[in-house]
């Protein structure tokens, strides 16, 4: 069964460095999304992908969280500099399409991001 | 924007009895809406989901219904098992703007042998 791939599966870094996040959707899926979940909430969206576009990023602290789908497959999330209330899991999840509100979601297994 | 609610926050059971999971949601546009399972450390998992033409959908020992008038949704599990323990988030995605999901808080079920 096609899975959604996140790396790495976890992360600790010192407050105002850089850190990045990757994701491979499963093959064919045109839309990804990267969520942000504070534990003991649910998870919150930060970005979504239509192939290399991005369809909403109103969530995403544009000051220092960036995110790109360049070829439309994989995509990277990157924060910089990362503060202590960036920690967190990342997740990222995958659709077939966005034009169709009924699309299932699957989700990887997400980064646990410890900023120390 | 859409709002859900989730209760209870956690839920202990006795191995074989049901557990009942409740939510509600804010915009009448919400469609579908999606159960998901998140073991310690993974990932949410699709368990079932259910779309606004439908009252109730069952899969196995999991059943969802779907109240459109007074914008309820519930989780059913009958004759669970220790497994079975996990935290549940419901989900509504509305038919309009970009098909924004919006997750509940979650519930963390307990299921004692």
């Known amino acids: 069964e096609a899975e959604v791939a996140q790396s790495p599966r976890y992360k600790i870094t010192e407050k105002s460095q850089a850190v990045a996040f990757w994701c491979d959707p499963i093959?064919?899926?045109?839309?990804l999304y990267w969520y942000r979940q504070i534990l003991g909430q649910g998870p919150e969206l930060l970005v979504q992908?239509?192939?290399?576009?991005?369809?909403?990023d109103s969530q995403l602290p544009k000051d220092r969280f960036s995110a790109e789908r360049l070829k439309g497959v994989d995509s990277t999330l990157k924060i910089q500099p990362a503060e202590l209330g960036d920690s967190a899991m990342y997740l990222c999840?995958?659709?077939?399409?966005?034009?169709?509100?009924?699309?299932?979601?699957?989700f990887g297994p997400g980064t646990r991001l410890t900023v120390l | 924007g859409e709002n859900v609610e989730q209760h209870p926050s956690t839920l202990s059971v006795q191995e074989g009895d049901s557990a009942v999971i409740k939510c509600t949601y804010s915009?009448?546009?919400?469609?579908?809406f999606p159960w998901y399972k998140q073991e310690l450390g993974k990932g949410p998992q699709l368990i079932i989901d259910?779309?606004?033409?439908?009252g109730e959908k069952k899969d196995q020992r999991i059943a969802v219904t779907l109240n459109k008038t007074a914008k309820h949704f519930s989780l059913h599990i009958t004759e669970t098992q220790p497994e079975d323990s996990a935290v549940y988030f419901c989900?509504?995605?509305?038919?309009?703007?970009?098909?924004?999901?919006?997750f509940g808080a979650g519930t963390r079920l307990f299921v004692k042998a």
């Open positions: 999840a995958s659709s077939i399409r966005t034009s169709v509100s009924t699309d299932t979601q699957y």
């Open positions: 093959s064919g899926h045109a839309t």
């Open positions: 992908f239509q192939d290399e576009s991005v369809v909403d």
């Open positions: 915009d009448s546009a919400s469609n579908y």
């Open positions: 259910i779309r606004s033409n439908v």
């Open positions: 989900a509504a995605r509305p038919n309009t703007g970009g098909f924004k999901t919006i």
